[in-house]
């Protein structure tokens, strides 16, 4: 079993969110983890990984707008580099999940899905995903 696989995700605009479980799901069968646990990890400070309705896009961009309304791209930062929006908004979302495995797949609801969160883009993005085994 490979115990971590690293996925390259190219985002299209400055915010948004791309639907990321075919890769992540790919990555567990090609693992040959059948049961345990596959956390999701982005290796940035301006993304986030989050679980969300995977179905009806339009609660993702419910959601990518209303955080947009909760911390504004301007409100006198003293960030030089411009982006403390991204920053704060990946802080408050996080940058790893851990997902359970069962039968080879992430064990997820009915209507969810793994979205990486985009907050600085567009840009290539880094997710690395990791297993552990489920021990008897």
Known sequence: MDPMVELQITTGERIAAVDITSQVNGAVQESGL???????????T???????ENWDLDVVRDLLAHLQKLVPQQAGYRHAEGNSQAHILS?????SLNIPVKERRLWLGRWQGVMLAEFDGPRR???V???SPKVR
């Open 34 to 44: 059948v049961e345990g646990l596959c956390n999701i990890f982005v290796r940035h």
């Open 46 to 52: 301006t993304a986030a990984v989050i679980v969300s």
């Open 91 to 95: 802080a408050l979302l996080g940058t």
């Open 125 to 127: 993005r880094s997710v």
């Open 129 to 131: 995903v990791s297993f």
